[in-house]
């Protein structure tokens, strides 16, 4: 692969795995089979939708899980709306083989990419919110040592 565009296309045909966040990059996670061996961390907004219901979306994190709890105090345990949204639908990948029939980098480098389980459509959306070219909205990378690695924008991954 040669451009991020190569590399988000690239995950038509892969499982989706999981999704999860490590602070507040959210972590999609691809691969052949039930193991990941590609991911993108996305630092900008993004959301998992089913036809016109939000599943899960970036801004969850602000929430917790528990009415009443305080929302920092979730955000640094794990326990925001965001981690159990996100724990749900991992456990509804490995339950079925949702399958990426659809992947495509967009302007502005909003990336989307649908996926299928037996005819049930998912649509994940990554969505830039920063005109700052050297500010990271996202990476996609291969697990495997030396894999390609794509930043975007660009400018962001150049030291």
């Known amino acids: 692969m040669t451009s991020p565009a190569d ?11 999981e999704v999860r966040r490590v602070a507040n990059i ?4 691809f691969g052949p089979d039930d193991r990941a061996d590609r991911t993108i961390h996305a630092q900008c907004p993004f ?6 219901v939000i599943l899960l979306g970036s801004r969850d994190m602000n929430w917790s899980r ?10 640094e345990n ?13 456990g509804r ?9 659809d992947a495509k980098l967009g302007p502005g480098g909003l990336v989307v990419v649908e996926a299928t389980n037996d005819g049930d459509p ?11 070219p050297w500010i990271e909205s996202w990476r996609l990378f291969g697990l495997a040592e030396g894999a390609e690695h ?3 924008p660009e400018a962001a991954g150049r030291e």
Do not use: W
């Open 7 to 17: 590399a988000v296309q690239a995950l038509h045909g892969l499982r989706l795995i």
């Open 26 to 29: 959210v972590i999609i996670a």
């Open 66 to 75: 528990e009415r009443g709890t305080d929302r920092d105090e979730a955000f």
């Open 122 to 132: 998912i649509r994940l959306e990554i969505f830039p919110d920063c005109s700052g």
């Open 93 to 101: 990948f490995a339950e079925g083989d949702f399958r990426v029939t």
């Open 150 to 152: 794509f930043v975007y």
């Open 78 to 90: 794990g326990t925001t709306k965001f981690d159990a949204q996100a724990e749900f639908l991992t």
């Open 47 to 52: 959301r998992v939708v089913h036809g016109d």
